[in-house]
């Protein structure tokens, strides 16, 4: 009987004896994998700067000699928690920052009460920003500062620098932000008006709970969580997938509330109006149009992000006022953009050949 | 390259790569209808309004046996909270405090803050930015 093609059968013994091995390790690790808990995240020292209600507002300590003028203010989505950024020594965009020589703070957001349900779109761009960037000039000695916005948090430092178009705000950069919301197709279907009554869900749950956010998320890639479930268990014995299979699935499950009236506010202004794409948001009754934006802007995009699609984040370049503005695209995904190996080798190193001239 | 189009494990790799992406398509289909949104939305009014009359329905029961009902517990949170940032308040302020003094401790946050000097390493002969 002849080998079908491209079977070694000289190999075969090697491989049965490596997949029983396998097998074996599987086994013993899986018992630890449940009875041990995943890697120690977002362990870069930091010093809590200030706490107020949803808003913590993080300085993490420098670790080189001296250090850039301009110090950098990260704004977290207000779905995700900020340890995506700092994730583990060696994979960790905060780390990487301090290193090459960054002052950095971040704004990271907890969970919102009960009694905060009534904060307001306004409440996040007007005060909580504005709060954490005076803090950040007090603390730092400096004006100037940079943001950085991740995902939706790039809408708001977006919000944030059309409105105070005058400064502080030195540089912006943003990731994976989307502005023009109809391209989010799939959320838009989710949202779509005719059936989904936001006033109705809001008055009846006062947050957005976070298993509604998480499902919402997941329901994008319906089938990926059991597959990644399957792929975790093949590759069980690989103590290195397993690290890094429980950094990202503990974040992507950590999701936050969101504030009633903020997301309220969030699907009739950008989902069901387009607002911010079409020029006419108004925060707090202020009108906010990146148009007005004349600061240096760098948009960091993903190729395959199915959460902010490419057209949803593309008009962003175009639309700002800045003369001095870029768009860079990676392969990957919509994390694997900020925390995965690309964003290591490519879009760490861009973003601080980008930056580092503009902090000085 | 190796050719794996035989190897058992690298084809159920690729079978559960193919149904994952195939599904995932589907799905999206299926989900981009109005249809859909109105199902979805529809289920999700009905567990909105479930959940905001067994939580009415709960606070009732706290109050007749005698425990302490929601408003009274998020009292309590808030003034928790308040404490928690007027902690954290002091602690900052100490920490200030201990940096103008020159008092020094292994506390890294006391340590003197490093210059703003930093400036950008030149770029390679050629390269632009």
């Known amino acids: 009987m002849n080998a079908p093609a491209g079977l070694d059968l000289a190999s075969i013994p090697d491989r049965i004896q490596s997949e029983v091995q396998r097998a074996i390790q599987r086994s013993i690790k899986g018992v630890e994998y449940f009875s041990t808990s995943g890697p120690s995240l977002g362990s870069t020292p930091k010093d809590i700067l200030h706490v107020r209600g949803t808003m913590n507002l993080y300085h993490y300590r420098p670790v080189e000699d001296e250090i850039y003028r301009v110090p950098i203010l990260i704004v977290m989505a207000t779905t995700n928690r900020g340890y995506i950024l700092d994730m583990v020594p060696g994979q960790s965009f905060i780390e990487f920052l301090l290193k090459r020589g960054y002052d950095v703070y971040m704004l990271d957001w907890a969970a919102p009460k009960p009694e905060e349900k009534g904060l307001r779109m306004e409440d996040y761009v007007l005060d909580f920003i504005p709060d954490c960037i005076r803090r950040v000039q007090q603390d730092s000695g400096e004006t100037d500062v940079t943001v950085i916005g991740y995902c939706f948090g790039g809408v708001l430092s977006l919000l944030y620098g059309s409105i105070f178009a005058d400064g502080p705000m030195k540089n912006l950069i943003c990731f994976t932000t989307p502005i023009d919301f109809r391209e989010m197709k799939l959320f838009q279907n989710f949202a779509d008006k005719r059936y989904f009554d936001v006033d109705r869900l809001i008055d009846s749950v006062g947050n957005v709970p976070p298993e509604m956010i998480l499902s919402s998320f997941e329901m994008l890639r319906p089938a990926s969580r059991a597959a990644s479930q399957v792929q975790l268990w093949e590759n069980i014995w690989n103590d290195e997938f397993v690290k890094s299979y429980r950094m990202f699935d503990r974040w992507a499950t950590d999701t936050l509330p969101l504030a009633g009236e903020y997301f309220r506010d969030i699907t009739k202004d950008l989902m069901w109006d387009n607002k911010l794409y079409n020029g006419t948001m108004s925060v707090g009754g202020r009108l906010a149009d990146i148009a007005d934006i004349k600061v240096p802007i760098l948009h960091a995009v993903a190729e395959h992000d199915h959460i902010v699609p490419y057209d949803a984040a593309k008009p962003l370049i175009a639309k700002v006022g800045s003369t001095d503005k870029e768009e860079v695209m990676l392969k990957g995904g919509h994390v694997s953009l900020v925390a995965g190996a690309n964003a290591i080798r490519r879009l760490w190193p861009k973003l601080d050949s980008w930056l580092g001239g503009r902090s000085i | ?129």
């Open chain 2, 1 to 129: 390259m190796a050719d794996n189009s035989n190897d058992p494990l690298a084809l159920w790799q690729k079978m559960i790569g193919e149904m994952e992406k195939g599904f995932n398509t589907f799905a999206n289909q299926a989900m981009a209808s109005p249809q859909f949104s109105k199902v979805m939305n529809q289920a999700g009014g009905v567990t909105a309004g479930a959940q905001k009359q067994l939580g009415e329905l709960m606070e009732k029961y706290l109050v007749s046996m005698n425990l302490p009902s929601r408003a009274q517990m998020i009292g309590m949170a808030e003034r928790l909270q308040s404490i928690e940032g007027q902690l954290n308040e002091i602690k900052v302020l100490l920490l200030q405090m201990n940096a103008i003094s020159g008092m020094t401790q292994d506390s890294v946050a006391a340590a003197p803050k490093p210059p703003r000097t930093r400036r950008p390493p030149p770029s390679p002969p050629g390269e632009q930015k």
